[in-house]
């Protein structure tokens, strides 16, 4: 049955929210820094930051990410390019999972 499925906790015993969201935050931050390849589904640059998608080249499956270094794009890098990215998965307890990205080509 579901209610059997999980491993670390039971109907009797749950989790409060924060206790999921701290032990998301710690194995999120296991993953470090991480190079991904796809393809560059939305590019806008917004003053010193950029806001950007990255699509699976293979599976309708995308992320979302920002950067605050506009320096480290190429100046002719647009939507629909093939990129690879080094980014950095973030969890905000507050508010769930960020992916910030620092190089793209």
């Known amino acids: 049955a579901v209610s059997d499925a999980s491993k670390v906790s039971s109907e009797q015993s749950p989790w409060p929210v924060s206790r999921l969201s701290a032990t998301l935050k710690d194995w999120i931050e296991r993953l470090g820094y991480l190079w991904i390849e796809g393809e560059l589904a939305q590019f806008n640059p917004k003053g010193t930051q950029v806001f950007l998608e990255i699509k699976d080249l293979a ?5 979302s ?3 605050w270094n506009t ?3 190429p100046s002719d ?16 307890p507050k508010s ?4 910030l990205a620092y190089l793209l080509w």
Do not use: C, N, T, Y
């Not at 769930?96 to 992916?99: A, F, N, Q, R, S």
């Open 59 to 63: 599976q309708e499956m995308r992320i």
């Open 65 to 67: 990410a920002h950067s």
């Open 71 to 73: 320096s480290a794009w």
């Open 77 to 92: 890098l647009k939507v629909g390019d093939r990129v690879v990215a080094l980014v950095k998965p973030e969890f905000w």
């Open 96 to 99: 769930g999972w960020k992916v």
